[in-house]
Structure formats: C-alpha cells, structure tokens
C-alpha cells in the first residue's frame, strides 16, 4: 500500500511538472508569435490551432510506426477531438480522459509475428519523433508561424519523454523506459489477457478480437490468465447471438469448472430471457439481486431489461434501458456498437412480447452480433478478467 501510494505521489509530482512545461513552452511560443506581429491579437488566436497540429503531429507519429510494423489502429486522440477506427465514431474528449500529453493511440498486433519488444519500440518513439522533426523549423526558418509551432512541437517531444502515468495512460517515456528494462511489462503469461483487456476497455467488438489471442491467453499456464480468457470465450459466444444453444454450452461449462458468480449469473439471466425464451429462470436468477459492484450494473440493467421485456413488461424494460444508456453515456468514451444492437434487441423483444412488434431480427446481436480502444453483449465495462486488482471478471 505504501508503495503504490509512493508511485502515486511521485506520478502526480511529474504531472504538476508537465502541466508547468507546457505553461513555459505556451509562453516562448506566444512570445514568438508576436514577434514584430503587425496584428497581435489576430496572432495570439493562432496559438492554440498551432498547440493542436503539434499534438495531431505527435498521434500521427505513433500511428505511422504502428502501420509501419504491422499493428491495427483501434483509435486516435488529439487534444478534444478523439476517432474510433472501427466504430467510424468521432467524439469529444473530456480532459479527464486525456493523457497528460493531450491524446493518444490505441493500436494492437495484428498477428502473433509482429508482437515483438522491436514493434512496441517503433510504435512508441513514432510519436516523440515525429514531434523531434516538428521542431526542425526552430533551424530552417524565420517565419514567426513555423518558429512557435516548431517550440510547442519540441516541447511535444520532450514532456511525452517524462516519466509520469495518470488513470487512464502512461507516458511514452515510461512506456519506453519499461520495453527497455522490463520492469512493468507483463509476464508471456499474462501477455495476452491484458492486451486483450484494453482492446475490450476501448471498445473492440468481442467477437473482433483476434483468435490467435485469445488462443495464448487460453494456453496460458498461469490459471488466473487462463480463467479469464475462458471468461471471455462465454461473451464471445454471447456476442455472436443466432442459436443461443453454443452460447448456452460454453456457459454451463464455465460454471461447471469455475462455479458461480455474480457476472455468470447476469449473463446466464440475459440469455435465458432474450435469447432461449425462459423469462422463468432469468426471474430466478436476478431475483433479489443486489449489485453494488459499478462495473456490473450495465450487465444488471441489460439482463433486468431483457427480463422485464420477455415477461411482457415493456413500460420497466424501457426504464431500464434509459438508466443503461444514461449510465453508459457518462461512463464510455467512445459507443460500444454491442451494447447499441443489445438496447435495440431488448426494444424489438419489448414490443414483440407487448403484442405490437415482429420478432427481434437483430443483425448485429441475433444474427451475428475493433478499432477497442475499448466488443461485448451484455457487458462493456470491459474487464476481460481479472488481468489487474481493479479489474473484475466481466468479458462480456
């Protein structure tokens, strides 16, 4: 506890120094746009476009070495303005969500062959880099312009390189400093589950995660790592929808190696009521549930729509799904496309059951329901397994 409260400490004391880099950089950038500036106050508005392309710049660094060594793009972030490749979603940004640089890449190997040590170094420096080539114009011109934005690309550069990490990112500089000596890298027995975990966390569809993957994470031989990703294979099923039957076999064979839990039991609710047509056992199941955990109430309030909906009760299935979808809006970042099809799945069950719909043709969800950042069907808090303390077995 102390350790992690000493991490924690010095993580913030980078931060405060980071967040005072940018203030002397803003100042020299300032101070160089106006320059000899005829207009001033027209320059100044300049300042922060340029702060923006010098952020665009750096994203696009680590972009390119993750292309160039044979990685898929998940999503990129510059500044507010965030866009998820596979979901063809753009989205604003929070500052609470940002790296302390101001944006981020999410990448992942798109083959077992380009996960080496080399390919994470490429992808990481792409972005310090880059920014190192934005500066050049502080030798080559004289352009006030060139000058200020070429002193916030190099400032860019230099705070990534800072060794610091916040909730949701660390620094490239850390990131670096780990690939180099090891220390923080995941064991090869936990490789798989905490890539796997992040993909889930920015939103890759479940049923889109690699099999090659998911097979090392199930090949591990460290049970924890093993557990989760057979953790994963049930949401997976369940992601895919058609014929609840292999869904409902991969289920019962979890619980038989595992037992029980309360995500099984929210899972085995939903299938149960939207999918096999047994409201009975889903009722059994969610009966006097209490689910304190936040992690689990999307899966909660997905499962006790879908019941509500296949007893025929759409006035409380329509409740539910409003509670879902205000909680996931104020909790994800970018939409989870499952999540989407499985509140339209519920709806179409809901008037179907109310005698004025058609039965539930979900192509995403019944049919066969990337890119993650964070991909499932009744859960997208995200957690793969249990790959850290903090995280809860969910996968779905």
């Not at 300032?30 to 508005?45: G, K």
């Not at 589950?193 to 591990?220: F, G, I, N, T």
């Not at 058609?242 to 085995?268: V, Y």
């Amino acid at each position: 506890m102390s350790e992690a409260k000493d991490q924690g400490s010095e993580d913030k004391a980078w931060r405060l120094l980071t967040a005072a880099g940018w203030m002397v950089a803003g100042l020299f950038a300032a101070r160089t746009l106006l320059a000899n500036a005829p207009e001033p106050l027209l320059h100044i508005v300049l300042l922060l476009p340029l702060f923006g392309a010098a952020l665009l710049l750096h994203e696009a660094g680590h972009a390119l070495g993750a292309l160039v060594v044979g990685w898929r793009i998940l999503a990129v972030a510059a500044g507010p303005l965030g866009y998820h490749l596979a979901n063809r979603q753009l989205v604003y940004v929070p500052p609470r969500r940002r790296a302390d640089i101001g944006g981020f890449v999410i990448a992942f190997p798109a083959r077992p062959t380009v996960w080496t040590r080399e390919s994470e170094v490429i992808f990481t420096a792409g972005g310090p880099t880059a920014s190192l080539f934005g500066a050049l114009p502080l030798l080559v011109s004289a352009d006030n312009m060139a000058g200020a934005f070429a002193i916030l690309s190099l400032a860019t550069a230099l705070l990534s390189l800072l060794p610091y990490r916040s909730e949701f990112a660390e620094s490239d500089g850390t990131h670096l400093w780990h690939l180099a000596t090891g220390r923080g890298r995941a064991s090869p027995e936990w490789r798989a589950s905490q890539m796997l975990h992040e993909l889930v966390r920015h939103q890759l569809r479940l049923r889109e995660l690699p099999a090659w993957m998911l097979d090392e994470a199930l090949a591990s031989t460290d049970s924890d790592a093993r557990r989760s990703a057979e953790a994963l294979r049930v949401s997976i099923a369940l992601d895919r929808g058609g014929d609840p039957a292999p869904a409902r076999r991969i289920l019962d064979d979890f619980r038989a190696a595992h037992g029980g839990s309360l995500w099984l039991d929210l899972c085995d609710a939903y299938l149960a009521a939207a999918r096999e047509a047994r409201p009975e056992h889903a009722r059994a199941l969610l009966a006097d549930l209490v689910v304190e955990q936040e992690d689990m109430r999307p899966l909660h309030l997905a499962a006790s729509a879908a019941s509500a909906a296949a007893d025929g009760n759409r006035p409380r299935a329509l409740d539910e799904l409003e509670t879902l979808d205000a909680l996931l809006g104020a909790r994800d970042l970018f939409e989870d496309p499952t999540f989407r099809d499985l509140r339209a799945e519920i709806r179409a069950l809901a008037e179907l059951q109310s005698g004025i719909g058609t039965a539930p043709t979900l192509t995403s969800a019944s049919a066969s329901v990337s890119g993650g950042n964070s991909a499932r069907t009744l859960s997208t808090s995200a957690a793969v397994g249990t790959v850290t303390s903090k995280h809860s077995v969910l996968g779905l």
